[in-house]
């Protein structure tokens, strides 16, 4: 798909066909023609509500508000009414109110987000006839928007919305295509075509010579051996570095604490953390962020076998904690304890972890919001703000004293699940913070994306199946940082 930016008026921009959205039932709408048809066709310009005249070749569809997320929803649903339609190319203006390249990027997000399909194992393929995006930089009153940052406020939407397309594609492949020795040469391929980013994968001996007992014991009953994927991004001249770990399960069986076999369709999603984590190092190296970028990757199966860990088992983590199994279905904390431990080596500025964790996140926020976790409000509040302006819903969850107790085993140091059904979620954050040095506590946030990472139906302008969720809320964050350090104001942007 391709885009072009012109500081025209919509009306001198040639182009197949031409999206007009109607905000706040506003029917005076400057690019309305022929505003006496809407009678006709009973077309009242209500949010959600669409209209396409093929005589004139518009589609007219209800925008609920002006704000970055309503524009990403509404021209994703105005390209679900156009899909099957032959048109080549389609114009739209620029709707904003304040802040011109904060809604172009909105509205190319929505654009590359809402046209994603993933068809690797259909026998018959479905195409896109849009080919070419025309976008007038003439807002809704008539006025003319500067060029150059509109084009730039495009660009930056292709790469974050392709980065997490590309996410989306990882998620969605299946556990006998996409298993941690595959996904490790996916992310070595990656490397090689991205500027200043550098793989290195570590394969089973590599974790037994790191003293990782807890990720192996994860992985010790399958036949796909474990890896542990180290992507870097590292610019000249980096002023601070982000370190983001990424839970890779690219299938999980629940090991001996077997999955019901109901619960067990999906799990080729556990990958969802390790997926958001390449493509943030994918997505940073093409916005060439002055940032030094890390992800490491925990990839491996949780099975089942004769050597399978076993509930009562007590690990050895790499941080020379040891680990009471009373779950082996409780996992990717394990896996997660050590790639955190090898994280902290590389002193990071800031460090986030982004995992499938819990279902008990989704009991708490709902199946379409990010759990955010961690010890300092400052850098949870951050997250949550950049979230915002990046359209994915994010919550906090705050750890406590009372729950931090009920992880205490009897035998170990810890136990890997805690003694209550409630407060899962931060109960397995607070499992996470034990296996975070005193030094690195406030820089620490734990993501836990396992309500929106997956869900088997549309919602918004998302797809059934994976949404790449925490790709977009980490680069938009990422790039607040940026403009903190350049001191550029929202306007700007």
Known sequence: MNFEVFDKKLKEIEA??????????????????GGNEFEKYGFSGKSEESLFLPHKNILYYGCKTFESDEIRCSVSNAFKVLKKMKYN??????????CPPINARALVEGIILGTYKFDKYKSKKSNLYIKNIKISTEDYNGKIYNLDSTKKAVNEAVIIADATNDAKDIINTTP????????????????????NVECFVGDEEFLNSENMGAFLAVARASSNKPRLIHLSYKPKNSTKRFVFVGKGLTYDSGGLSLKPSEYMVTMKSDKSGAAAAINIIKAASRLELPFEVHSIIGAAENMIGGNAYKPDDVLKARNKK????????????????????????????????????????VVALGEYTVGIMGNSSTLKHSMIQSSLKSGELSGSLPFNKYLKKLLKSDIADISNISSSRYGGAITAGIFLDNFIKDEYKDKWLHLDIAGPAYREKEWGYNQSGASGAGVRMCIYWLKDFVYKQSNVHDEDK
């Open 89 to 98: 190319s389609v114009k739209i203006g620029l709707y904003t109110q304040k």
């Open 322 to 361: 040891t680990i009471e199994v009373r779950n082996t279905d409780a996992e990717g904390r394990l896996v997660l304890a050590d790639c955190l431990d090898y994280a902290q080596e590389l002193k990071p500025d800031y460090l986030v972890d982004l995992a499938t964790l819990t279902g008990a996140c």
């Open 176 to 195: 006998f295509d996409m298993t941690p020795a595959k996904l490790a040469d996916y992310a070595k391929d990656m490397a090689k075509d991205l500027k």
């Open 16 to 33: 197949d066909c031409e999206i007009v959205l109607i905000v706040n039932e506003n029917l005076t709408h400057r690019w309305i023609e």
